[in-house]
């Protein structure tokens, strides 16, 4: 996810840091191989320009950021930027798509910031109502997250509609929480709810790329930075991303209610295994 990041961020960097991250996504392995100084000559900046670009990426320094593109590569499973032909056999998709989804999987657990998850859980266990906005393949995120939270007795909407999401986020107050999530991170029309979540006093929750306009306009961002292309299965193993973290948020928050909760989450289970049973007795 590292070099996702680098990637996704391309834009944004200054003229001579943007000459180092090419560097680097040129030539991965060879830079974690390299001193700074090498790596400052390959890209024909100073040393101190490739100390800036890490620091940019949220890194303390060189050392930082070559150990955590060291662990990402290390990491790598084979197929990762193999796309599937017309050619392949079943085992050849087998292998590249679900190489493709543990590589995106191990890329988040080593770069998801645990001090983002706990300042989203701390906004999730106050709000009076939590509301998930996403468009597209980002609505059926939104939908998932939706199923999970409503069970934290917290009132929980999902909305994929952009004109209902509008109307609902011009209606929230201090107090109330939204969780926007976005693959790209730059729907005018997310962007323009979120803004009047914003304007109403609601939290805001980004899950999206850093440096986007939805990015920019969140209380907690959790960057889930991933590289969009042509490729069309891309979106595929993006998704698993952003539900993992939907997963991580929802058990959190069920943690962070304690026992008492948890114990009104089993009785729920209980009576939904008890309607199952009494379905089946009907229909059979």
Not at 23 to 29: F, K
Not at 174 to 192: E, K, M, T, Y
Not at 193 to 205: C, H, P, Q
Request: net charge neutral; glycine share 6%; with cysteine.
């Amino acid at each position: 996810m590292l070099l996702d990041s680098i990637r996704t961020q391309l834009d944004s960097l200054s003229k001579s840091e943007r000459k180092v991250a090419l560097a680097v996504l040129d030539h991965p392995g060879q830079t974690v191989s390299q001193n700074i100084t090498a790596l400052a000559k390959s890209a024909q900046v100073s040393e101190p320009t490739v100390v800036r670009f890490c620091r940019t990426l949220g890194y303390d320094g060189w050392h930082e950021f070559k150990l955590k593109l060291a662990q990402g590569l290390a990491l790598a499973l084979p197929g990762l930027n193999e796309q599937p032909t017309q050619d392949d056999l079943a085992a050849d998709l087998v292998n590249k798509i679900c190489s493709r989804s543990i590589n995106t999987l191990l890329d988040l657990r080593n770069n998801l910031d645990p001090e983002a998850i706990q300042k989203a859980l701390d906004i999730l266990s106050k709000a009076n109502k939590i509301e998930f906005y996403g468009q597209g393949t980002s609505g059926i995120v939104a939908a998932d997250a939706q199923h999970k939270f409503f069970r934290s007795g917290v009132p929980t909407v999902a909305y994929a509609d952009p004109h209902i999401h509008s109307i609902a986020a011009a209606l929230l107050r201090a107090g109330d929480a939204v969780v926007a999530i976005s693959q790209r991170g730059n729907s005018p029309s997310l962007v323009r709810s979120i803004k009047l979540a914003r304007r109403g006093g609601a939290d805001v929750i980004v899950l999206a790329p850093s440096g986007t306009p939805l990015a920019d306009l969140a209380t907690v961002l959790i960057p889930i930075d991933l590289i969009f292309n042509i490729d069309p299965y891309t979106p595929i193993s993006a998704r698993l991303a952003y539900l993992v973290v939907i997963d991580v948020l929802a058990v959190g928050l069920a943690l962070q209610r304690g026992p008492e909760f948890r114990k009104k989450m089993q009785n729920a289970q209980k009576a939904l295994q008890e309607f199952d049973l009494q379905f089946d007795s009907f229909i059979g």
